[in-house]
């Protein structure tokens, strides 16, 4: 399956953004499929995931409240909304994709992965 995400920008504090992840090639929905950030300097860290199997849903806890993923079926993808905003949430987003039947929080646990969209959050 080929990852394609968008819907990075420039953003305040306290304002919004919703990332897209487009698959092709296979339905995403037969995938666990999960969003990381990386921000300069720093490692790749686990934001949100959906499970194959049973549509479970896992957040860090740096977004648990104001982040929300969820899976676009009709488009092939999943979506990540962003609220609540914070200038420490600037990162590039990478969305991933696995055939494992549980969500992982690391990045090894992820064999497809998108090209990364960069989120930036002004104070």
């Known amino acids: 399956v080929q990852l394609q995400a968008s819907g990075g920008g420039l953003v305040q504090s306290g304002g919004s953004l919703k990332l897209s992840c487009t698959a092709s090639g296979r339905a995403l929905s037969r995938y666990t499929a999960a969003w990381f950030r990386q921000a300069p300097g720093k490692e790749r860290e686990f934001v949100a995931g959906?499970?194959?199997?049973?549509?479970?849903?896992e957040y860090s806890d740096s977004v648990k409240g104001r982040f929300t993923i969820s899976r676009d079926s009709a488009k092939n993808a999943i979506t990540l909304q962003m609220n609540s905003l914070k200038p420490e949430d600037t990162a590039v987003y990478y969305c991933a994709a696995d055939q494992r039947f549980e969500v992982g929080r690391t990045r090894q646990k992820y064999d497809h992965w998108g090209q990364g969209t960069l989120v930036t959050v002004s104070s």
């Open positions: 959906i499970s194959w199997l049973r549509d479970s849903i």
